[in-house]
């Protein structure tokens, strides 16, 4: 079972109000990993911190997303974390995110690729 579009929309919304770590986009996005339905861990303990750490997104991709390239930054006066995701087949799409933090930007990117395929698979 995948997550449908809707969930991976109301998902990428959530990481888009997110400021900093959120144990509840952790379980949201756990529960996604293990086909729960979208139902997140009643235990916030075995749950990792995805939305607050940067190890754990990047293995997360390169676990979903195999080949697709990995870009991260900060741009702007305020150093703005960004993050953007190349696919590794033409047409080299790019999806790409600012947030608070490096971690949601990368997340936020990471989610609306995924979309993309999820999308893609509808057509």
Known sequence: MSMTSPDLSNLIERCRKATGPDRDIDCAIEAWLHHN???PY???NVVPTITGSMDVVT??????LP???MAFGTCGQNNCPWA?????REPFREFASDAPTMEIAALEAFLLA???QDTDHDQ
Do not use: M, R, V
């Not at 293995?59 to 979903?64: R, T, V, W």
């Open 37 to 39: 339905g979208g139902s």
């Open 42 to 44: 009643a235990d916030y």
């Open 59 to 64: 293995a997360l991709i390169e676990k979903k």
């Open 67 to 69: 080949g697709w390239e």
């Open 84 to 88: 953007c995701l190349t696919e590794p």
């Open 114 to 116: 995924l979309q993309s």
